[in-house]
């Protein structure tokens, strides 16, 4: 089992930025990815950023060149610094961690969400 809490959503205006941060806790030492993704009213939950246990980072089209996924080992929390926000980044932002109970099994365990409102 994986917990994760979120911080950092809020209201910002066109323009600006902001950052969230991820604490996983539990079976830490099982995830093999963890990142974040959003779901808009009506719209299908999409992948944001991802970073692998190796440093491997992957990014959402819409989001690449503004936005920024770390990670602090130690602290087991990942970050998603949100910079150039636009009012099309107005969305709930989930975290998520991947583990492997096998070689051939993935389980994804989320995050409750965090509002993320950008006003143009």
């Known amino acids: 089992q994986v917990q994760l809490v979120e911080s950092g959503g809020g209201l910002v205006q066109t323009g600006g930025s902001l950052r969230l941060s991820c604490a996983a806790s539990?079976?830490?030492?099982?995830?093999?990815?963890m990142g974040w993704y959003r779901q808009a009213p009506g719209k299908q939950r999409e992948l944001v950023a991802q970073?692998?246990?190796?440093?491997?980072?992957s990014y959402g089209d819409s989001v690449k060149g503004r936005f920024t996924i770390s990670r602090d080992n130690a602290e087991n929390t990942v970050y998603l610094q949100m910079n150039s926000l636009k009012p099309e980044d107005t969305s709930v932002y989930y975290c998520?961690?991947?583990?492997?109970?096998?070689?051939?099994?993935?389980?994804?365990?989320w995050g409750r969400g965090t509002q993320v409102t950008v006003s143009s």
């Open positions: 970073i692998f246990s190796g440093g491997v980072t």
């Open positions: 998520n961690a991947k583990i492997r109970p096998s070689q051939l099994t993935s389980v994804d365990y």
């Open positions: 539990g079976s830490i030492f099982a995830i093999y990815a």
